[in-house]
Protein backbone atom coordinates (compact mmCIF):
# COMPACT_ATOMS: atom_id res chain seq x y z
CA UNK A 1 0.00 0.00 0.00
CA UNK A 2 1.72 3.40 -1.40
CA UNK A 3 1.77 6.53 1.31
CA UNK A 4 -1.60 8.17 -0.52
CA UNK A 5 -3.46 5.05 0.00
CA UNK A 6 -2.43 4.81 3.75
CA UNK A 7 -3.67 8.26 4.12
CA UNK A 8 -7.06 7.93 2.95
CA UNK A 9 -7.72 4.57 5.00
CA UNK A 10 -6.37 6.00 7.73
CA UNK A 11 -9.19 9.10 7.36
CA UNK A 12 -12.06 6.28 6.75
CA UNK A 13 -11.25 4.77 10.21
CA UNK A 14 -11.21 8.13 12.10
CA UNK A 15 -14.85 8.60 10.59
CA UNK A 16 -15.75 4.96 11.23
CA UNK A 17 -14.64 5.37 14.93
CA UNK A 18 -15.85 8.98 15.21
CA UNK A 19 -19.48 8.29 14.42
CA UNK A 20 -19.64 4.72 15.80
CA UNK A 21 -19.52 6.79 19.28
CA UNK A 22 -22.62 8.83 17.93
CA UNK A 23 -25.64 7.13 18.43
CA UNK A 24 -29.25 8.29 17.56
CA UNK A 25 -31.75 8.38 20.06
CA UNK A 26 -35.17 8.42 19.70
CA UNK A 27 -36.69 8.74 23.22
CA UNK A 28 -35.71 10.57 26.06
CA UNK A 29 -34.12 8.89 29.44
CA UNK A 30 -34.94 10.92 32.18
CA UNK A 31 -31.60 10.55 34.85
CA UNK A 32 -29.13 8.50 32.53
CA UNK A 33 -26.75 9.91 30.85
CA UNK A 34 -27.65 11.69 27.97
CA UNK A 35 -25.13 11.69 25.25
CA UNK A 36 -25.04 14.20 22.67
CA UNK A 37 -23.90 13.92 18.82
CA UNK A 38 -20.20 13.29 19.90
CA UNK A 39 -21.04 10.68 22.47
CA UNK A 40 -20.23 12.48 25.52
CA UNK A 41 -22.94 13.47 28.50
CA UNK A 42 -24.74 16.62 27.68
CA UNK A 43 -23.26 19.55 29.78
CA UNK A 44 -25.92 22.10 29.85
CA UNK A 45 -27.09 22.27 33.77
CA UNK A 46 -29.94 24.44 34.98
CA UNK A 47 -30.74 25.45 31.40
CA UNK A 48 -33.09 26.43 29.08
CA UNK A 49 -34.77 26.38 25.12
CA UNK A 50 -34.78 28.38 22.65
CA UNK A 51 -37.10 27.38 19.55
CA UNK A 52 -35.53 29.52 16.58
CA UNK A 53 -35.75 28.96 12.42
CA UNK A 54 -37.29 25.17 13.03
CA UNK A 55 -34.54 23.88 15.82
CA UNK A 56 -33.99 23.82 19.26
CA UNK A 57 -31.45 25.35 21.08
CA UNK A 58 -30.38 24.34 24.86
CA UNK A 59 -28.11 26.98 26.42
CA UNK A 60 -27.15 25.69 30.00
CA UNK A 61 -24.45 25.69 32.97
CA UNK A 62 -21.72 23.70 31.41
CA UNK A 63 -19.89 22.58 34.87
CA UNK A 64 -16.59 20.97 35.28
CA UNK A 65 -15.06 17.59 37.83
CA UNK A 66 -15.33 17.90 41.15
CA UNK A 67 -17.44 20.24 43.61
CA UNK A 68 -15.51 23.80 42.06
CA UNK A 69 -16.96 22.59 39.06
CA UNK A 70 -20.19 24.17 39.80
CA UNK A 71 -18.43 27.51 39.61
CA UNK A 72 -17.85 29.11 36.19
CA UNK A 73 -14.60 27.87 35.13
CA UNK A 74 -15.68 27.76 31.57
CA UNK A 75 -18.74 29.22 30.56
CA UNK A 76 -22.52 28.85 29.16
CA UNK A 77 -22.48 25.41 26.87
CA UNK A 78 -25.11 25.62 23.79
CA UNK A 79 -25.86 22.69 22.04
CA UNK A 80 -29.07 22.49 19.21
CA UNK A 81 -31.41 19.88 17.88
CA UNK A 82 -33.94 19.27 15.41
CA UNK A 83 -36.35 16.56 17.33
CA UNK A 84 -35.35 17.24 20.81
CA UNK A 85 -33.25 13.56 21.46
CA UNK A 86 -30.13 13.99 19.37
CA UNK A 87 -28.11 17.16 20.36
CA UNK A 88 -25.46 18.52 19.02
CA UNK A 89 -22.71 19.96 20.84
CA UNK A 90 -22.36 23.79 19.21
CA UNK A 91 -19.73 24.55 22.02
CA UNK A 92 -19.68 27.81 24.27
CA UNK A 93 -21.95 30.10 23.79
CA UNK A 94 -20.48 33.27 26.59
CA UNK A 95 -17.22 32.26 27.56
CA UNK A 96 -15.81 33.03 31.29
CA UNK A 97 -12.98 36.17 31.14
CA UNK A 98 -9.68 35.36 32.40
CA UNK A 99 -8.76 34.47 35.95
CA UNK A 100 -8.01 37.51 37.98
CA UNK A 101 -8.94 39.90 34.72
CA UNK A 102 -11.04 41.92 37.10
CA UNK A 103 -14.64 41.32 35.07
CA UNK A 104 -17.05 40.27 37.13
CA UNK A 105 -17.49 36.96 34.56
CA UNK A 106 -13.97 35.82 34.94
CA UNK A 107 -13.27 31.83 35.52
CA UNK A 108 -13.94 30.94 39.22
CA UNK A 109 -17.46 33.45 39.51
CA UNK A 110 -20.82 31.49 39.67
CA UNK A 111 -23.22 31.91 36.63
CA UNK A 112 -26.06 29.85 36.96
CA UNK A 113 -29.64 29.32 34.82
CA UNK A 114 -28.91 30.68 31.98
CA UNK A 115 -31.94 31.74 29.62
CA UNK A 116 -32.02 32.99 25.52
CA UNK A 117 -34.60 34.55 24.08
CA UNK A 118 -34.79 36.94 20.58
CA UNK A 119 -35.30 40.30 19.64
CA UNK A 120 -37.14 39.76 16.64
CA UNK A 121 -37.35 43.88 16.48
CA UNK A 122 -33.14 44.30 17.45
CA UNK A 123 -32.32 40.81 15.61
CA UNK A 124 -30.40 40.25 18.60
CA UNK A 125 -29.90 37.04 20.74
CA UNK A 126 -30.18 38.05 24.52
CA UNK A 127 -29.26 36.04 27.41
CA UNK A 128 -29.49 36.44 31.19
CA UNK A 129 -28.60 34.87 33.78
CA UNK A 130 -27.75 35.07 37.54
CA UNK A 131 -24.06 35.96 38.60
CA UNK A 132 -22.33 35.78 41.76
CA UNK A 133 -19.07 37.47 41.71
CA UNK A 134 -15.78 35.42 42.73
CA UNK A 135 -15.62 34.74 46.08
CA UNK A 136 -18.27 36.39 47.38
CA UNK A 137 -20.08 33.36 47.87
CA UNK A 138 -23.58 33.67 46.95
CA UNK A 139 -23.84 37.61 48.29
CA UNK A 140 -23.89 39.37 45.36
CA UNK A 141 -27.23 38.30 44.01
CA UNK A 142 -27.44 39.94 40.44
CA UNK A 143 -28.63 39.53 37.11
CA UNK A 144 -26.07 39.15 34.24
CA UNK A 145 -26.96 40.22 30.72
CA UNK A 146 -25.29 38.83 27.36
CA UNK A 147 -25.78 39.47 23.51
CA UNK A 148 -25.30 37.96 20.21
CA UNK A 149 -26.42 38.29 16.54
CA UNK A 150 -26.03 34.55 16.17
CA UNK A 151 -28.13 32.01 17.93
CA UNK A 152 -24.81 30.23 19.11
CA UNK A 153 -23.05 32.89 20.05
CA UNK A 154 -20.55 33.92 21.04
CA UNK A 155 -22.18 36.14 23.43
CA UNK A 156 -20.68 39.39 24.51
CA UNK A 157 -20.99 40.31 28.17
CA UNK A 158 -22.96 43.91 28.74
CA UNK A 159 -23.47 43.64 32.49
CA UNK A 160 -24.79 42.81 35.70
CA UNK A 161 -26.91 44.92 38.57
CA UNK A 162 -29.48 44.15 40.63
CA UNK A 163 -33.04 44.98 39.66
CA UNK A 164 -35.68 47.55 39.92
CA UNK A 165 -33.01 49.82 42.67
CA UNK A 166 -35.36 52.41 43.99
CA UNK A 167 -38.46 51.13 42.40
CA UNK A 168 -41.31 49.80 44.58
CA UNK A 169 -43.20 46.65 43.19
CA UNK A 170 -46.78 47.61 41.70
CA UNK A 171 -48.58 45.17 44.32
CA UNK A 172 -47.59 47.69 47.25
CA UNK A 173 -50.02 50.58 49.13
CA UNK A 174 -48.49 53.22 50.53
CA UNK A 175 -48.90 52.09 53.75
CA UNK A 176 -46.25 49.14 53.36
CA UNK A 177 -44.37 52.31 51.46
CA UNK A 178 -44.03 54.55 54.58
CA UNK A 179 -43.44 51.25 57.39
CA UNK A 180 -40.11 52.10 59.47
CA UNK A 181 -40.16 47.97 61.01
CA UNK A 182 -36.34 46.81 60.86
CA UNK A 183 -35.28 43.25 60.66
CA UNK A 184 -33.59 43.67 63.57
CA UNK A 185 -36.74 44.02 65.30
CA UNK A 186 -38.30 40.60 64.44
CA UNK A 187 -38.16 37.37 65.28
CA UNK A 188 -37.73 35.17 62.06
CA UNK A 189 -40.04 32.90 61.17
CA UNK A 190 -42.85 34.08 63.24
CA UNK A 191 -46.35 35.23 62.00
CA UNK A 192 -45.50 39.03 62.58
CA UNK A 193 -42.27 38.60 60.35
CA UNK A 194 -44.20 37.09 57.77
CA UNK A 195 -46.27 39.82 57.41
CA UNK A 196 -43.76 42.21 57.51
CA UNK A 197 -41.88 40.09 55.10
CA UNK A 198 -45.17 40.20 52.65
CA UNK A 199 -45.47 44.14 53.10
CA UNK A 200 -42.03 44.78 51.75
CA UNK A 201 -38.96 44.41 54.87
CA UNK A 202 -36.62 43.51 52.34
CA UNK A 203 -37.89 45.12 49.35
CA UNK A 204 -37.38 48.30 51.98
CA UNK A 205 -33.86 47.34 52.90
CA UNK A 206 -32.77 46.68 49.39
CA UNK A 207 -34.74 49.49 47.64
CA UNK A 208 -31.89 51.77 46.88
CA UNK A 209 -28.99 48.92 46.18
CA UNK A 210 -31.29 46.96 43.81
CA UNK A 211 -33.58 43.78 44.66
CA UNK A 212 -31.51 40.67 45.09
CA UNK A 213 -31.92 38.39 41.71
CA UNK A 214 -30.57 34.32 42.19
CA UNK A 215 -32.57 31.67 40.29
CA UNK A 216 -34.56 32.43 37.39
CA UNK A 217 -36.23 32.11 34.18
CA UNK A 218 -37.15 34.63 30.90
CA UNK A 219 -40.51 34.39 29.34
CA UNK A 220 -41.78 36.01 26.07
CA UNK A 221 -45.94 36.74 26.17
CA UNK A 222 -47.27 36.48 22.37
CA UNK A 223 -47.76 40.39 22.07
CA UNK A 224 -43.55 40.07 22.35
CA UNK A 225 -43.11 41.64 25.90
CA UNK A 226 -40.48 39.87 27.79
CA UNK A 227 -40.19 39.19 31.37
CA UNK A 228 -37.91 38.13 34.21
CA UNK A 229 -38.69 36.04 37.12
CA UNK A 230 -35.92 35.51 39.73
CA UNK A 231 -36.12 34.63 43.46
CA UNK A 232 -35.41 37.89 45.54
CA UNK A 233 -35.16 38.95 49.33
CA UNK A 234 -32.63 36.20 50.26
CA UNK A 235 -34.38 34.02 47.91
CA UNK A 236 -38.20 34.56 50.33
CA UNK A 237 -40.10 36.16 47.65
CA UNK A 238 -40.61 35.36 43.54
CA UNK A 239 -40.57 38.43 41.93
CA UNK A 240 -41.57 39.34 38.24
CA UNK A 241 -40.42 41.81 36.23
CA UNK A 242 -41.06 43.39 32.82
CA UNK A 243 -37.95 43.98 30.39
CA UNK A 244 -37.93 46.87 27.81
CA UNK A 245 -38.66 46.31 24.32
CA UNK A 246 -34.66 45.45 23.37
CA UNK A 247 -34.99 42.93 26.30
CA UNK A 248 -31.89 44.32 27.42
CA UNK A 249 -32.94 46.05 31.09
CA UNK A 250 -35.56 46.54 33.00
CA UNK A 251 -38.79 49.07 33.02
CA UNK A 252 -39.26 49.28 36.19
CA UNK A 253 -42.74 47.57 36.40
CA UNK A 254 -42.70 44.45 38.75
CA UNK A 255 -44.58 42.63 41.32
CA UNK A 256 -44.04 40.19 44.16
CA UNK A 257 -45.26 36.27 44.03
CA UNK A 258 -45.47 34.32 47.28
CA UNK A 259 -43.84 36.73 50.10
CA UNK A 260 -41.88 34.41 51.94
CA UNK A 261 -42.86 31.38 50.24
CA UNK A 262 -39.28 30.37 49.58
CA UNK A 263 -39.51 30.18 46.15
CA UNK A 264 -36.41 28.89 43.76
CA UNK A 265 -36.23 27.38 40.29
CA UNK A 266 -39.12 28.84 38.63
CA UNK A 267 -40.54 27.42 35.23
CA UNK A 268 -43.06 29.28 33.20
CA UNK A 269 -45.63 28.59 30.32
CA UNK A 270 -49.52 29.82 29.15
CA UNK A 271 -51.43 27.59 28.25
CA UNK A 272 -55.06 28.38 27.14
CA UNK A 273 -54.97 31.93 28.18
CA UNK A 274 -53.63 31.14 31.61
CA UNK A 275 -49.89 31.57 33.16
CA UNK A 276 -48.67 28.69 35.18
CA UNK A 277 -45.40 29.07 36.91
CA UNK A 278 -43.83 26.16 38.47
CA UNK A 279 -41.08 26.20 41.45
CA UNK A 280 -39.12 24.68 44.21
CA UNK A 281 -38.69 25.07 47.59
CA UNK A 282 -34.95 26.11 48.95
CA UNK A 283 -32.91 23.40 49.69
CA UNK A 284 -29.58 24.04 47.98
CA UNK A 285 -28.45 21.02 46.03
CA UNK A 286 -30.85 18.85 47.24
CA UNK A 287 -34.49 18.10 46.00
CA UNK A 288 -37.77 19.01 47.23
CA UNK A 289 -40.92 19.29 46.77
CA UNK A 290 -41.81 21.29 43.50
CA UNK A 291 -45.14 23.91 43.53
CA UNK A 292 -47.06 25.06 40.98
CA UNK A 293 -49.01 28.57 40.92
CA UNK A 294 -51.58 30.06 38.53
CA UNK A 295 -52.31 33.12 37.33
CA UNK A 296 -55.19 34.84 34.18
CA UNK A 297 -52.91 38.03 33.87
CA UNK A 298 -49.19 37.75 34.30
CA UNK A 299 -49.33 40.54 36.79
CA UNK A 300 -51.95 37.88 39.35
CA UNK A 301 -52.76 37.85 41.28
CA UNK A 302 -50.92 34.43 41.41
CA UNK A 303 -52.71 31.41 43.19
CA UNK A 304 -51.20 28.07 44.59
CA UNK A 305 -51.94 25.04 42.84
CA UNK A 306 -49.84 22.46 45.11
CA UNK A 307 -47.36 19.74 43.95
CA UNK A 308 -47.41 19.26 39.94
CA UNK A 309 -45.64 16.39 40.63
CA UNK A 310 -47.80 12.89 41.31
CA UNK A 311 -46.95 9.36 41.99
CA UNK A 312 -43.65 7.21 43.82
CA UNK A 313 -41.08 10.11 43.84
CA UNK A 314 -43.29 13.10 43.45
CA UNK A 315 -42.55 14.63 47.42
CA UNK A 316 -38.63 14.79 45.77
CA UNK A 317 -39.90 16.05 42.16
CA UNK A 318 -38.02 12.48 41.02
CA UNK A 319 -35.20 13.63 42.92
CA UNK A 320 -34.35 17.01 40.94
CA UNK A 321 -35.42 20.61 40.59
CA UNK A 322 -37.05 22.53 37.84
CA UNK A 323 -35.33 24.53 35.32
CA UNK A 324 -37.47 25.03 32.67
CA UNK A 325 -40.99 24.34 30.76
CA UNK A 326 -40.49 23.88 26.96
CA UNK A 327 -43.59 24.08 25.05
CA UNK A 328 -43.31 21.59 21.95
CA UNK A 329 -43.04 23.33 18.52
CA UNK A 330 -46.01 22.37 16.55
CA UNK A 331 -47.25 20.35 19.33
CA UNK A 332 -50.67 21.52 20.73
CA UNK A 333 -50.54 21.81 24.75
CA UNK A 334 -47.19 19.77 24.87
CA UNK A 335 -44.93 20.64 27.50
CA UNK A 336 -41.71 19.28 28.50
CA UNK A 337 -40.96 19.69 32.57
CA UNK A 338 -37.18 20.26 32.68
CA UNK A 339 -35.14 19.81 35.28
CA UNK A 340 -31.72 18.76 36.94
CA UNK A 341 -30.56 16.38 39.31
CA UNK A 342 -27.64 17.63 40.52
CA UNK A 343 -24.57 15.89 41.68
CA UNK A 344 -22.48 18.52 43.72
CA UNK A 345 -20.08 16.50 44.89
CA UNK A 346 -18.95 16.01 40.93
CA UNK A 347 -20.74 18.61 39.35
CA UNK A 348 -20.33 17.54 36.11
CA UNK A 349 -21.98 14.00 36.55
CA UNK A 350 -26.04 16.13 37.15
CA UNK A 351 -28.22 14.54 35.14
CA UNK A 352 -31.66 15.71 33.27
CA UNK A 353 -35.02 15.01 34.16
CA UNK A 354 -37.24 15.65 31.31
CA UNK A 355 -40.77 14.59 31.77
CA UNK A 356 -43.77 15.28 30.00
CA UNK A 357 -46.41 17.95 31.72
CA UNK A 358 -50.27 18.15 30.72
CA UNK A 359 -52.42 20.62 32.41
CA UNK A 360 -55.26 18.65 33.68
CA UNK A 361 -58.48 20.39 35.20
CA UNK A 362 -56.62 23.87 35.53
CA UNK A 363 -53.66 22.05 37.20
CA UNK A 364 -49.92 21.33 35.79
CA UNK A 365 -49.16 17.71 36.22
CA UNK A 366 -45.87 15.94 36.26
CA UNK A 367 -45.28 11.70 35.73
CA UNK A 368 -42.50 10.04 36.26
CA UNK A 369 -41.32 7.79 33.12
CA UNK A 370 -38.30 5.46 32.95
CA UNK A 371 -38.55 6.54 28.99
CA UNK A 372 -40.70 7.95 26.67
CA UNK A 373 -40.52 9.88 23.18
CA UNK A 374 -43.07 12.81 22.14
CA UNK A 375 -46.52 11.77 20.40
CA UNK A 376 -46.61 11.62 16.58
CA UNK A 377 -48.69 14.17 16.03
C1 LIG B 1 -30.38 25.96 44.39
C2 LIG B 1 -30.45 26.73 43.11
O1 LIG B 1 -31.65 26.43 42.49
C3 LIG B 1 -29.28 26.37 42.24
O2 LIG B 1 -29.37 27.04 41.03
C4 LIG B 1 -28.03 26.71 43.00
O3 LIG B 1 -27.99 28.09 43.21
C5 LIG B 1 -27.99 25.97 44.31
N1 LIG B 1 -29.18 26.28 45.09
C6 LIG B 1 -26.78 26.32 45.13
O4 LIG B 1 -26.83 25.72 46.38
Redesign the pocket.
Known sequence: MNLKNLLVLAIICTCFIQNASAQVLSSISPGQIWPDQQGKHINAH?GGVLFHEGKYYWFGEHKTEGKSGNRANVGVGVYSSADLYNWNNEGIALKVAKENSGSEIEKGSII??PKVIYNAKTKKFVMWF?LELKNQS?NAARTGVATSDKVTGPYTYVKSFRPNAGIWPMNFNDAWKNKTVKEADLKAWTDEWRKEVAEGLFVKRDLQKGQMA??MTLFVDDDGKAYHIYSSEENLTLHLAELTADYLAFTGKYITIEPGGHN??PAIIKHQGKYYLVT?G?T??DPNAARSFVADSIWGPWKSLGNPCVGEGADLTFKS?STFILPVAGKKDTYIFMADRWTPENAIDGRYIWLPMTIEDGKPVIKWQDNWKLTKE
Do not use: I, M, T
Request: aromatic share 14%; with cysteine; net charge negative.
Open positions: GERHYRDEASCGWQ
